[in-house]
């Protein structure tokens, strides 16, 4: 396989390998290096099979680079918890973190204190692969983490090319330098106080009885800078408040009449009432 340039990957106890090669590499730990001496009625017979005499008594020193099993899950190691840890991170939170990545045998993959910037994402919104959202889950601010993560919920045996190889357990050291509250599940923009009973009326800047996109969009980008609302952190403005207008433009003809407009708990309780 060093010939190759590549390991070789297989799953044990199932059949894939010789009996003896199965047996051989069972009790493994990482980074171990042994050597395995099998007989022929636990290699390839008497028979042999294409560069293989028969009746050979096989000898195959192995390095064992890293190993998982499909039923792992994410182990979370934590380094260092600040005193002071009560908000944590959940679903919908804009996180900045730095990292430095690595294979399971020390090889450094990547880092972000290389680039000089954290990296950035709103947690559970499928930005990172799986394992990465699960092990930010429950975090605080200041705190550093190990996580470790099998390829199930990494880059799966395909890996990346060039940069993550198939098969690969990814060994990630975290440490979470900010976190923004995100919103309540479902929401991208929610008031920070009473809503105008003559909300519609406010949008509407030219009285008209029509709402276009740009008088909607400079509404929102009024209140948020006002503090009387907040968007969903993390998220382009004007997708979110694409979003938002295409909800509300229920006829998709580009605008919102007083008839089509409502907010997101009257439609709930509508809803809740049809049922």
């Known amino acids: 396989s060093y010939s190759r340039n590549r390991t070789y990957d297989t799953y044990v106890g199932k059949g894939y390998v010789i009996a003896g090669m199965d047996e051989g590499l069972l009790g493994v730990c ?36 890293d190993f ?28 900045k973190y730095h990292y430095n990545a690595s294979l399971l045998d020390g090889t450094l993959l990547d880092s972000t204190h290389s680039l000089g910037k954290t990296y950035n994402i709103v947690l559970g919104s ?17 705190e550093r983490r190990t996580v470790v993560i099998p390829p199930h919920l990494g880059y799966g045996e395909d890996g990346v090319e060039g940069e993550v190889p198939g098969s690969a357990v990814l060994v990630f050291d975290i440490e979470l330098l900010e976190l923004v509250s995100g919103l309540p599940e479902g929401y991208m923009f929610v008031w920070n106080g009473e ?38 952190p993390g998220f382009d403005f004007e997708k979110i408040v694409q979003n938002m207008f295409t909800n509300q433009d229920r006829d998709g003809n580009g605008k919102v009449t007083a008839e089509e407009f409502k907010l997101k708990d009257q439609e709930a309780k509508e809803e809740h009432d049809e049922l």
């Open 30 to 65: 990482t980074g171990e290096k042994r050597r395995i001496i099998i007989p022929p009625h636990l290699g390839y017979g008497e028979e042999g099979r294409g560069k293989i005499p028969g009746s050979a008594v096989l000898v195959f020193d192995i390095h064992v680079v």
């Open 68 to 95: 998982h099993n499909p039923s792992d899950s994410v182990s979370i190691t934590v380094n260092y918890k600040p005193s002071n840890c009560t908000v944590l991170s959940k679903k919908g939170d804009y996180l």
């Open 126 to 142: 499928g930005q990172v692969v799986v394992g990465m959202d699960m092990g930010l889950q429950d975090m605080c601010v200041g």
């Open 195 to 232: 809503v105008s009973p003559n909300l519609f009326e406010e949008i509407d800047q030219n009285h008209d009885g029509e709402v276009l996109l740009k008088e909607f969009s400079e509404y929102i980008q009024a209140q948020v800078d006002s503090g009387k609302g907040k968007l969903a």
